[in-house]
């Protein structure tokens, strides 16, 4: 009898020895890698970002005119570098913020004295636009400013220009052989002077050249030159003979 009562109480701590054993975690072998599954989450909504428009207002920069109540400037030209929308011939160089036209020193005049160089704007000034442009000569530059259109090379020009050699303005009928010269005056230009041209739809023309630390010191041409000068799509020309010219600012007003 005593033997049957100890058998159960043996048969219950075998049983709960070996639930014990088999719920304890097993043991990984060397060299085997465990790869633990990633937590998962529901997948919400996905967060989109708003740009919101800039309150800020673009500014445009509008350049100071060279000369007060000539208008507001349209385009400007300081020649800080040689991108410029000018072509120009004969040599060239950038000094001190200045575009320098200057002659090079074994230079022989030819016996017509056809101007050495120069320069002439890429694109037409429309009627009703003013052109200013401040300037100086050194040593013995003659030179001849102002609006011209046409081929020179078949003498078919339409040209109105300052002649600082003569001291005339000087009005091609269109052709370099049919010129009318109005006395206008000579001057000393080795110091800074403005030059100033406007001209209407109707052919009006009005032009002025002044000393811009003197501005007494000036001359001017006002006249009507036809209604076929104010179709015409004149561009600026600058050029020169001798010595050298020196364009410091250019700007177009409206």
């Known amino acids: 009898m005593t033997k049957n009562k100890i058998f159960p109480q043996y048969s219950i701590i075998l049983f709960s020895i070996f639930l014990l054993i088999g719920c304890?975690?097993?043991?990984?072998?060397?060299?085997i890698a465990t790869i633990t599954p990633e937590t998962t989450s529901t997948p919400g909504p996905t967060a989109t970002a708003i740009i919101l428009p800039s309150l800020t207002p673009s500014l445009t920069i509008t350049p100071t005119p060279l000369v007060p109540d000539l208008g507001q400037a349209l385009f400007s030209e300081g020649f800080d570098d040689i991108t410029f929308p000018f072509?120009?011939?004969?040599?060239g160089r950038i000094e001190s913020g200045a575009l320098i036209l200057e002659r090079e020193p074994d230079y022989v005049s030819p016996p017509n004295l056809w101007p050495y160089g120069g320069i002439n704007k890429m694109t037409p000034v429309p009627p009703g636009v003013t052109t200013v442009i401040l300037f100086k000569k050194t040593g013995n530059a003659t030179f001849n400013i102002g609006y011209h259109v046409g081929d020179y090379s078949t003498e078919k020009v339409s040209r109105f220009s300052y002649n600082s050699g003569r001291g005339t303005w000087d009005i091609y009928h269109d052709s370099t052989l049919d010129v009318e010269e109005i006395l206008a005056r000579k001057s000393d230009f080795s110091q800074w002077h403005y030059f100033s041209i406007t001209r209407s739809a109707n052919g009006d023309f009005d032009a002025?050249?002044?000393?811009?630390?003197?501005?007494?010191?000036?001359?001017?041409?006002?006249?009507?030159?036809?209604?076929?000068?104010?179709?015409?799509?004149?561009?600026?020309?600058?050029?020169?003979?001798?010595?050298?010219?020196?364009?410091?600012?250019?700007?177009?007003?409206?």
């Open 24 to 31: 304890a975690p097993a043991s990984v072998p060397d060299g």
């Open 208 to 254: 002025r050249i002044w000393e811009r630390d003197n501005p007494e010191n000036s001359f001017s041409f006002q006249g009507n030159l036809g209604s076929e000068w104010g179709a015409l799509e004149f561009t600026f020309f600058a050029d020169y003979h001798l010595g050298s010219l020196v364009l410091d600012e250019y700007q177009e007003l409206h």
């Open 87 to 91: 072509n120009f011939w004969g040599p």
